[in-house]
C-alpha cells in the first residue's frame, strides 16, 4: 500500500526541491495553465503530502509529548541540553528560541502549495483532497498558536499575509470541511492509503468540533474547561455517527500493538482512518524511537527490541512517572509498549517481552525507574537541577524513567539514520468511539451509549470493562492509555482543564515552571516573526 504513495513522494521532492514559499510572500500558482499529465498533478499533490510527513516528524512530536505530561525531557551531563530546547516545553517555560517549536513555516508552505493545485485547472478529484490538506495544516497552526493566517486566497476581506483570530480560524476550516466532505472519495486503503478521503475530512472536523469551545474562547487563557459551553456537541456526536456509520472502519482483531509496529501498513489496520506513511529510505522522517530509547541501548546485545541496534538511542524523552501510573490496568495490551521495572528482550516477530532479562553494559538486569531521581547542582547536594533535568551521563543516570516501545524499533530500519518505517496514525476509529462518548457526557446524555462506547476499547485490549457511565476523568485517562505517543495528548490536556496540572517536573515547587493559561499556544519562533514582521508575539511572551 505504500508504493504509490512512495513514488508519488519522490516525484514531488523533485518537483518542489526550488520553490520554497514563505508565509509573508502572496500565494500564486506557479502555472497560468497546470500541467495535463497524472504524473504531473501527482507530483504537487505529493509536494503537499511531504509537507505533512516532515511536519509530523520530530519536532512536532517534541513539542507535543513534551508540553504534556504524557513524556518529559531528560539531560545527561550537558548532552541533549540544547539550549533548553526539551526541558522548556516540559516546564512550560517556552521561549522563542526553541526549535521544538520550528515548523510553523512548513505549515504555511503545506497551504501555498495546496493552492497551488485548487487554483490551477487541476480535475476536482485533486483540488478536494489540496482543500482538506489545506484545512489540516490550519487546524495544526490554530490549535499550536492560537491566532493564525488563512492562506486561501477567495477569502474576501482577509489578507493572507496576516493572522486572524482563532475563532475566525476555527469557523474558515469548519467552512471548508461541510463544503468539500460530499465531494471527497470514499475510497479507502490501497493506493488511496496516505491520501485525504471523506472519512479523513470528517475526523478532523470532529476533533474541530469537540474542541470548539477553546478554540473560540475569548481568548486562550479565559477558556474554562469547568464552565465552558460547546454549541457544537450535537454537530459532533452526528459527524461521529456518520464516521461509525460508514462500516468502512472497526477496531480490528489483531493486537493493539501491532497496529503501530514496523511495516504497520502492509497490516491494513482497520482502525487507521487517516495515517501518514514513513519508510526508512523513500518517507524518511519518523524517528520517534529515537527520543525513547534508552541512551546506551547500542551497547545492548541484544538490546530490549530483540536484536542489536546499529545505532545508539537519543533518549532525551522519558515517561512521566504521572503519566506512567496509567498504565496500571489489569490484562491491558497497552501495557506492554511500556516497558520499566525489570526489563524483558522482546520477541520482535510478537512485539511482546519473552523470559529473557535485559542487561546494561556492565551486565546486570537492566532496571528502569518510575519515579526520576536528578543530579544536584552543588557539592552540598541543597539544589536540584531543576532547570536542565540533569539526571548523569551515566547507568544510573540512564536508567531513569519509563520508555515508550509503542512505535517498535527494528534495526532494518533504525541503522538508516534511525528512520522508521512505523506508519504514524493521524485520525483513528478509537478516537472517534472516545469522542462521541465525551460529547454525550458534556452534554448530559450520556447514558447506556457512551458506556459502550468506552466499553468497546476496552474489550479490545483485554481491560476491565467499566461497570458505570463514564465521566470525563474517565474518558481523560484513558485518551492518556489508547493515543499515547500519537500527538493528541497536550490537545487533550487543555480540552479537559489539566495543563496547569502539577507533573514531573512542572511543580509549583520547581522555580523554573511556568503555570500561566497563555502557555496553552506556543511563542511565535524568532525566524517566523523575522519573516513575517507585521506580526506580533503571543500574549505572555516577549517580542524577540
Excluded at 90 to 119: P, R
Excluded at 239 to 265: A, H, Q, T, W
Excluded at 330 to 349: A, F, K
Excluded at 483 to 506: A, C, L, Q, T, V
Aim: charged share 25%; aromatic share 12%.
Amino acid at each position: 500500500m505504500k508504493t504509490n504513495i512512495k513514488l508519488m513522494v519522490a516525484a514531488g521532492m523533485v518537483a518542489f526541491a526550488t520553490s520554497c514559499t514563505d508565509l509573508d510572500v502572496p500565494v500564486k500558482s506557479q502555472y497560468t495553465h497546470y500541467p495535463n499529465s497524472k504524473i504531473a498533478i501527482e507530483a504537487k499533490m505529493a509536494g503537499i503530502y511531504n509537507q505533512l510527513r516532515d511536519m509530523l516528524g520530530r519536532r512536532y512530536y517534541e513539542a507535543m509529548s513534551l508540553s504534556s505530561d504524557e513524556q518529559t525531557a531528560v539531560s545527561y551531563s550537558g548532552g541533549w541540553i540544547d539550549a533548553g530546547a526539551y526541558s522548556h516545553p516540559s516546564l512550560h517555560n517556552f521561549t522563542y528560541e526553541d526549535n521544538t517549536i520550528d515548523w510553523m513555516k512548513v505549515l504555511g508552505e503545506g497551504c501555498v502549495k495546496a493552492n497551488e493545485v485548487i487554483t490551477s485547472n487541476a480535475d476536482d478529484k485533486y483540488k478536494t483532497p489540496a482543500r482538506a490538506m489545506r484545512a489540516y495544516f490550519e487546524f495544526i497552526m490554530m490549535d499550536c498558536w492560537g491566532d493564525a493566517p488563512i492562506i486561501d486566497p477567495t477569502v474576501e476581506g482577509i489578507d493572507i499575509r496576516d493572522r486572524q483570530p482563532r475563532a475566525d480560524v476555527a469557523r474558515y476550516i469548519e467552512k471548508e470541511l461541510l463544503d468539500i466532505i460530499p465531494r471527497l472519495s470514499t475510497e479507502v486503503g490501497g493506493e488511496n492509503y496516505g491520501k485525504p478521503n471523506k472519512y479523513m475530512a470528517q475526523a478532523l472536523l470532529a476533533k474541530l468540533y469537540i474542541n470548539w469551545a477553546v478554540y473560540t474562547a475569548a481568548s486562550v487563557d479565559q477558556y474554562d474547561a469547568a464552565t465552558a459551553v460547546n454549541e457544537k456537541l450535537d454537530a459532533c456526536i452526528s459527524v461521529c455517527d456518520e464516521l461509525i456509520n460508514s462500516g468502512k472502519f472497526n477496531l480490528g482483531s489483531m493486537p493493539y500493538r501491532f497496529k503501530f509496529g514496523p511495516n504497520n501498513s502492509a497490516l491494513n489496520v482497520e482502525d487507521f482512518i487517516y495515517a501518514m506513511p514513513y519508510d526508512t529510505y523513500t518517507a524518511q522522517g519518523m524517528q520517534y524511537g529515537r527520543a525513547n530509547s534508552y541512551k546506551d541501548i547500542k551497547s545492548l546485545n541484544p538490546s530490549y527490541y530483540g536484536m542489536k541496534l546499529s545505532n545508539s538511542g537519543g533518549a532525551y524523552m522519558t515517561m512521566t512517572p504521572e503519566f506512567a501510573n496509567l498504565f496500571s490496568l489489569p490484562g491491558d495490551e497497552r501495557n506492554n509498549c511500556v516497558i520499566g521495572g525489570q526489563v524483558y528482550v522482546y520477541d520482535p516477530t510478537t512485539l511482546l517481552p519473552t523470559s529473557q532479562l535485559a542487561k546494561d553494559r556492565a551486565g546486570n538486569p537492566l532496571v528502569l525507574t518510575k519515579s526520576i531521581t536528578l543530579r544536584y547542582t552543588d557539592a552540598a547536594h541543597t539544589t536540584l537541577d531543576w532547570k536542565n533535568l540533569d539526571v548523569g551521563d551515566d547507568l544510573e543516570g540512564w536508567r531513569q524513567g519509563y520508555r515508550s516501545v509503542k512505535f517498535f524499533v527494528i534495526d532494518d530500519d533504525y541503522k538508516n539514520g534511525r528512520n522508521q518505517s512505523n506508519d504514524l496514525p493521524i485520525f483513528r476509529y478509537a478516537d472517534i468511539l472516545l469522542t462521541k462518548a465525551e460529547a454525550l457526557v458534556r452534554k448530559g446524555t450520556a447514558g447506556a451509549t457512551a458506556q459502550a462506547l468506552f466499553n468497546q476499547i476496552r474489550a479490545y485490549v483485554h481491560a476491565p470493562l467499566l461497570t458505570h457511565v463514564p465521566t470525563l476523568q474517565d474518558i481523560y485517562e484513558e485518551r492518556g492509555r489508547e493515543f499515547m505517543n500519537e500527538n493528541w495528548r497536550r490537545n487533550d490536556m487543555i480540552r479537559f482543564g489539566h495543563f496547569e496540572d502539577e507533573f514531573f517536573p512542572h511543580y509549583r515547587s520547581n522555580p523554573n515552571a511556568n503555570f500561566e493559561k497563555t502557555r496553552r499556544i506556543f511563542p511565535l519562533y524568532y525566524k517566523t516573526l523575522n519573516l513575517n514582521t507585521s506580526w506580533k508575539q503571543n500574549p505572555g511572551y516577549p517580542q524577540p
